[in-house]
């Protein structure tokens, strides 16, 4: 899964200067030390196969892509106290406003790191994770682009290897053809489609309790059909 290397290997994950800003710290790398929920990508591949140290309890692990602002991520962590909650994010200021998000919370079973998704085998081992939450990710709807989705046979076979029995994947979306990806790039992996919604607005949540993010909200602002499936790992 090794797409555009120069901005997903895991080398530029460590870097906090801004690619061509000529030795420019990028200011919001530099909050990240303010946060201890704030997982430094330096440290995520040491915490392999012990999660559970890194949030000072063992407690099955809920890994959310792209938590964006941490509505989700903390939500989630404050409904489910009983799980650990690790999100992933790409992008320095999305990392600090989603560590803030998880401060302001109060939730102490929240982590941030910033990793890229297409490395999770440097981050977990197989069969360790109890539930996988991708919402809204990149549409990359030019037809140009389309080999930079995440949503491929190889990261649905991925998420089928480090997903634990019983697991369940959830994705939401307003792009209709996320949804249709992972329904076929799931066919012959040990997946069972538990539920799948056109419109969260006409069907209501997919699983509760759930949480509103960001992308949802302002998609149903403008008065756009917010797409959803559930998955379970057999």
Not at 26 to 31: K, R
Not at 90 to 101: G, H, M, T
Not at 135 to 148: F, G, I, L, M, Y
Request: proline letters at 8%; charged letters at 20%; aromatic letters at 10%.
């Amino acid at each position: 899964m090794n797409r555009r290397p120069g901005l997903n290997s895991p080398h530029f994950e460590d870097h906090s200067r801004r690619p061509g800003a000529r030795d420019t710290i990028n200011p919001w790398s530099v909050l990240h030390a303010d946060f201890p929920c704030v997982i430094p990508a330096s440290d995520a591949t040491g915490w392999r196969g012990r999660w559970g140290e890194a949030f000072g309890r063992e407690a099955p692990l809920q890994l959310e892509l792209g938590s964006g602002n941490g509505f989700y991520l903390s939500g989630m962590a404050a409904a489910h106290p009983e799980h650990n909650w690790l999100g992933l994010e790409l992008r320095f200021k999305r990392v600090a406003l989603c560590a803030k998000k998880i401060q302001v919370s109060g939730v102490p079973n929240a982590r941030v790191l910033r990793y890229s998704w297409f490395y999770l085998n440097d981050l977990f081992e197989p069969g360790t994770l109890s539930g996988l939450h991708l919402h809204h990710p990149d549409p990359w709807s030019k037809e140009a682009q389309s080999r930079n989705r995440i949503i491929d046979p190889a990261f649905c076979a991925l998420a089928a290897s480090l997903l634990m029995p019983g697991a369940e994947w959830r994705t939401k979306t307003d792009f209709a053809p996320h949804i249709e990806a992972i329904i076929a790039c799931t066919a012959g992996l040990p997946f069972e489609i538990l539920s799948t919604s056109s419109d969260l607005r006409a069907t209501g949540p997919l699983w509760t309790p759930d949480v509103t993010t960001n992308y949802q909200r302002k998609s149903e602002e403008d008065g756009l059909p917010v797409h959803a499936i559930r998955l379970r790992r057999l």
